[in-house]
């Protein structure tokens, strides 16, 4: 009777009651999150959400943090926590890790590569002792925290555009390289007014001193070692400023510190927050102050796409002309153009050769994108940029973009059964392009219990329209390895160029040991199941 109920309490806090069901998913809720340490303790941000993406270690919003091993970790909300291990061979994984599902039953919490093995499912409260970061999974020690939000039967990336606030911060604030710590702890300094520039107008690229004042509120002599300003732009750019020292404020006493600042782009930006370091710990202050930033003398004139129509397949080059309106030369280490693909991920394309210019003189420069373009839809252009002095600086907003067609495939769904001998995959395809798909090969990629890949492909297939859908089964045979089989992704062969397919889920499969008599030692029950985890990169070589 106990099981039955905790069984009970169990499917309440995953599916969520039915008036928040009902609601959908309250996008407020993330902003009263807590952060996963203790008060006084802050860590850097050493990778955003687009760095996740780019390299398909993330599904939802994430973010890396600088920590050492040992460091407790609570509960930044109240739910059912479900503590899990990833040993995908990978050259990274999330190593021990935990899922948190709130109580509304729509948003989930992974905190990864944490430094203790943990089993099992169990209901904790928000502040309550969950695990210690480590190096699990990871080349080095960190912490992996991501927020997914409930859309039907899957977690997904949450619309962050509908997030004002994540862990009770804006998305500005947690800036590469921006020292976090929790709101709401207590504070021995304090901000006597706002900061000041020393300089009332900076050109872009140039630093700024920016003045800090300072008042120990304590009886006691306060030494500490950091100070970091968090700046952001009316355009949302963030930026962090910060200066080391060893500064003693006595009880009482006032203390004004200049902080070197190099904003990346040109107008007002606006001073948001000031976190100090002592020998125990960071801690965060609301600030006030604002910057100036003057346009560089290094202007965009236009823009050209190097063929007109563009298709799945093609390299991206851009033609970009720029012009010195200042009256020196100006020197440049080269050019980028950053902006967004269909799928909402970060793409840039780049000049990486230094470009000299005369007082008034135009050039033309092709930028070219690494990857080809592999997604049908928009390709928006964005932000143009320029290296000087290993700074990136921002000159020029675009709303620009170049359409790319030709045909795309997608899964819509995939099911696993399991025969005697093998898996039968059955995946639906749907061609979402423009055009006809005449795909050489579609294939499907996992790994096997003792650690290696395994690959089937169904080919030659059948021609999709545009907007057709086609169920396909590939059939994996299944001889020898026992233990957990793992697809991991789809992905098709067309004109010799390999592009995948994400899976929506990524099923499993037990292979259990058969006894003499011939049944199995696996619970019939528990031999298929479905594991959801991050989309890994594809890595065979074409």
């Excluded at 480590?134 to 409930?150: D, F, I, N, P, W």
């Excluded at 872009?204 to 070692?225: I, K, T």
């Excluded at 086609?470 to 062969?493: F, R, S, T």
Aim: charge should be negative; hydrophobic fraction near 45%; charged fraction near 20%.
């Amino acid at each position: 009777m106990k099981r039955c109920g905790w069984l009970l309490l169990l499917l309440i806090g995953l599916m969520g009651g039915p008036s928040a069901r009902a609601q959908g998913p309250d996008y407020a809720l993330p902003g009263g999150f807590a952060l996963p340490w203790a008060c006084g303790q802050g860590y850097r941000v050493t990778w955003g959400p687009e760095d996740h993406w780019q390299h398909g270690k993330a599904t939802g919003i994430a973010y890396d943090f600088s920590m050492e091993t040992g460091i407790p970790l609570y509960a930044p909300i109240s739910g059912i926590a479900h503590f899990l291990r990833d040993d995908r061979p990978f050259e990274t994984n999330l190593g021990h890790y935990i899922e948190l599902v709130d109580d509304s039953g729509y948003w989930l919490i992974r905190l990864a590569h944490l430094r203790d093995e943990q089993q099992g499912t169990r209901y904790v409260q928000a502040g309550e002792l969950i695990g210690h970061s480590g190096a699990s999974g990871a080349s080095s020690a960190h912490l992996h925290l991501e927020l997914q939000v409930r859309e039907g039967d899957r977690w997904v990336r949450p619309e962050q555009d509908r997030l004002p606030y994540l862990f009770g911060l804006s998305r500005g604030d947690l800036a590469l390289g921006a020292l976090i710590t929790n709101l709401g702890c207590p504070a021995l300094l304090s901000l006597t007014d706002e900061i000041i520039p020393e300089q009332s107008f900076v050109q872009l690229g140039d630093r700024v001193d920016l003045a800090v004042p300072v008042l120990n509120d304590g009886l006691e002599p306060l030494r500490f070692d950091l100070l970091q300003v968090a700046l952001f732009s009316a355009g949302g750019d963030v930026a962090v400023a910060e200066a080391e020292g060893n500064w003693q404020v006595a009880g009482k006493g006032r203390l004004m510190i200049d902080v070197p600042a190099y904003l990346p782009a040109a107008g007002p930006w606006y001073v948001g927050r000031v976190t100090y370091r002592t020998e125990e710990g960071a801690t965060a202050l609301p600030a006030r102050g604002q910057v100036e930033v003057i346009p560089s003398p290094l202007r965009y004139v236009g823009l050209g796409v190097s063929r007109g129509a563009l298709t799945v397949g093609d390299s991206l080059r851009l033609y970009v002309w720029v012009e010195n309106q200042g009256a020196d030369e100006m020197q440049v280490d080269g050019l980028f153009l950053d902006g967004l693909r269909p799928d909402g991920a970060a793409w840039r394309a780049s000049l990486d050769e230094a470009l000299v210019l005369a007082p008034g003189e135009v050039q033309r420069v092709m930028l070219e994108s690494d990857a080809r373009l592999h997604q049908v839809g928009p390709w928006l252009l964005q932000r143009l940029g320029y290296h000087a002095e290993g700074r990136e600086l921002l000159f020029a907003n675009l709303d620009r973009q170049v359409a790319v067609g030709g045909p795309q495939l997608l899964v819509d769904s995939i099911d696993l059964f399991r025969s005697a001998d093998r898996a039968h995959v059955f995946v639906q395809v749907r061609n979402v392009g423009t055009e006809a798909a005449i795909p050489e090969a579609i294939e499907i990629w996992g790994w096997m219990p003792d650690g290696e890949a395994f690959v089937e492909r169904l080919q030659p297939v059948t021609m999709l329209e545009s907007g057709q859908t086609a169920m396909i089964q590939i059939d994996i045979p299944m001889h020898g390895a026992q233990g957990l089989w793992k697809l991991v992704e789809a992905g098709y062969w067309q004109d010799g160029v390999y592009y995948g397919m994400p899976l929506p889920v990524q099923p499993a499969v037990t292979v259990a040991p058969i006894l003499t008599n011939g049944l199995s030692l696996a619970d019939p029950e528990e031999t298929l199941h479905a594991l959801i985890f991050p989309r890994a990169d594809r890595p065979f070589p074409q």
